[in-house]
């Protein structure tokens, strides 16, 4: 496997602890549709479904890795979620994005937590 992509399930592994610590229940994880890829869906509260992306570097020399979810991403991110609530049959779930930053390595990491980081438009 490639050095990013071990890097980035380093990174869902770390969100998913800190999720959990923070009292979220974890529904799927890498939940795929096509082409398209949920990181991390979870539950906080009852009818409430949580779509979590991750974003994980070893350095935020070159870009703060929140920077990495434009629209496009965005978009995406939307239309596997909705495809998600489609599938569940929870069309009338309440449903929020929110962005995992991880920049760091294994000894020494910093994570970000931004809840309600985008809206659907």
């Known amino acids: ?15 998913e ?4 610590a923070k009292g979220y229940e974890i529904l ?10 949920l990181d991390l869906v979870v ?5 409430e479904l949580v779509i979590v992306e991750v974003k994980t570097r070893s350095s935020d020399l070159w870009q703060d890795p929140l920077a990495a979810v434009g629209q496009q991403k965005q978009r995406h991110l939307m239309r596997a979620g909705n495809h998600l609530l489609h599938t569940l049959n929870t069309a009338h779930a309440v ?6 930053s991880i ?3 294994a ?4 994570i970000s ?8 438009f």
Do not use: S
């Open 17 to 20: 602890r800190f999720l959990r």
């Open 95 to 100: 449903v929020r994005f929110d962005l995992i």
């Open 43 to 47: 539950c906080q509260e009852p009818n």
């Open 107 to 110: 000894d020494d990491y910093q």
């Open 103 to 105: 920049v760091g390595t």
């Open 113 to 120: 937590h931004i809840e309600d980081a985008f809206y659907p």
């Open 1 to 15: 496997m490639a050095k990013h992509n071990d890097l980035g399930q380093w990174g869902e592994q770390i969100a």
């Open 28 to 37: 799927f994880k890498n939940y795929r549709i096509g082409r398209l890829e």
